[in-house]
């Protein structure tokens, strides 16, 4: 039972209204508070809750948790406990922050080392990402970078509306929200150019994608189902797949991208749970021709999700230049699980699974400069007066994502990110 997404909910905690963070959302995050503890936590509003004083003090008892399970520097001994017991977790922390509830409302010293104000923590990486999958599903994205690389005839691939394409990325360089990056170098070719040259990209660009975090799999040559495969999600987090689309281009046939996207990945701090998410649940587009019976959805595998993202430049002020919806999504989660899993390959906890660029119909909707400014041929215009083909030296990104049901909003925040001149 899913108690935490009781909409009635209220929390005796005081938060703002428009908050991403109702008591209906309760997310998994690490953070250092101010005495530079790591701490395991989830967030109200704009606080912080420690989950190992929480523990400590016997507000989880009953849970059957491992002692040390929120003593750790990340999320993924919790995550491999499965999602029963996250779900039992994440309905007892509802419980206790309901303002109907006095057990923590009426102990002020208690809360004093649970509750820590957003802006007095330091956000962590909320897992350590063992393997770092990025997909390709969005069929409007696939379709104008197919136009753009290849031209009208061979925008689609032909394997393209029969499975969930991907590639193994790299786990080292995701990062979190907040962390610089240099514009990365490399090898291009030039336009006209008779020999590829080595220097800083021109052609910085950002991908709006979300990404999925699992739990522990099956062994070694098993597969998970697309019926089963929700169970093996844990949560999501915003995902900005940076990408040097010059680097990319001269590089990526016969094998597949690889420097031009490996230097940086960045994610949003707060893991929203797939539980959290459930009241945005939608079917996905129509899938003509019907795909193989492994991956044939059995219900309702999308999820209505917000997505924009804002430029800034050094010192102006940011102008949002894209409006894009997860539900855009071609191939569901679970049809890329099982899609990932077929052949007999593992899963493990903390592996992240990236959606690909999510580019909805319209211009405004464009997940990416390369699709926004259609190849550089349409420049932006900021709110500043300034124009934008790729990403400039400290521009800095920042995406958001919320799903709206009424008046219930969870939202996962933010990835924000500077870019700073190569090195
Ligand atoms: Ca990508």
Redesign the pocket.
């Known amino acids: 039972m899913l108690t935490a997404n009781n909409p009635d909910r209220k929390t005796w905690l005081s938060i703002p209204d428009s908050t991403d963070f109702p008591i209906q959302n309760i997310p998994f995050g690490v953070f250092m508070a101010e005495d530079d503890i790591v701490c395991i936590g989830t967030r109200i509003g704009d606080y912080a809750i420690d989950l190992s004083a929480l523990h400590q003090y016997g507000y989880l008892d009953g849970l059957e948790l491992p002692d040390d399970v929120f003593l750790q520097d990340t999320l993924n001994d919790f995550i491999t406990l499965g999602r029963p017991l996250c779900r039992a977790v994440r309905n007892r922390i509802a419980e206790l922050f309901d303002r109907e509830n006095q057990e923590l409302q009426s102990n002020t010293e208690h809360q004093k080392e649970i509750l820590f104000e957003i802006d007095h923590v330091q956000m962590l990486m909320p897992v350590f990402i063992q393997d770092y999958t990025?997909f390709?599903s969005s069929r409007e994205h696939a379709e104008n970078v197919g136009i753009m690389f290849r031209g009208k005839e061979n925008a689609l691939m032909p394997n393209w509306l029969h499975m969930p394409i991907g590639y193994h990325g790299r786990s080292s360089s995701i990062i979190i929200s907040g962390e610089d990056i240099h514009r990365p170098k490399g090898q291009t070719m030039p336009p006209d150019a008779q020999k590829p040259v080595f220097g800083p990209s021109k052609r910085l660009d950002f991908?709006l994608?979300m990404a999925f975090i699992t739990t522990d799999g099956k062994p070694l040559g098993e597969s998970i189902a697309v019926g089963e495969a929700e169970e093996y999600i844990f949560g999501m987090v915003l995902f900005n797949?940076w990408?040097a689309r010059d680097i990319q281009k001269w590089e990526y046939q016969p094998l597949g991208p690889f420097l031009g996207?490996n230097f940086a990945s960045s994610i949003s701090p707060w893991v929203v749970t797939l539980d959290a998410l459930e009241p945005f649940r939608v079917q996905g587009p129509e899938q003509e021709p019907t795909p193989l019976e492994y991956l044939q959805n059995d219900g309702p595998k999308g999820f209505d999700i917000n997505l924009q993202v804002y430029l800034a430049p050094e010192g102006g002020s940011e102008t949002r230049i894209s409006n894009s919806n997860f539900k855009y999504m071609y191939w569901s989660m679970a049809q890329q699980l099982a899609h990932h899993t077929v052949n007999g390959c593992n899963i493990n906890t903390g592996d992240m699974m990236?959606s690909?660029?999510i580019s909805g119909p319209t211009e405004d909707s464009y997940g990416s400069m390369l699709e926004l400014s259609w190849s550089g041929s349409k420049p932006l215009k900021l709110g500043n007066g300034e124009e934008r083909t790729f990403i400039q030296d400290h521009d800095t990104i920042r995406m958001t994502g919320y799903g709206q049901k009424g008046s219930l909003r969870i939202g996962f925040g933010e990835v924000l990110t500077k870019v700073l001149p190569a090195r």
């Open positions: 990025d390709y991908e994608e797949d990408s996207k990236a690909g660029t």
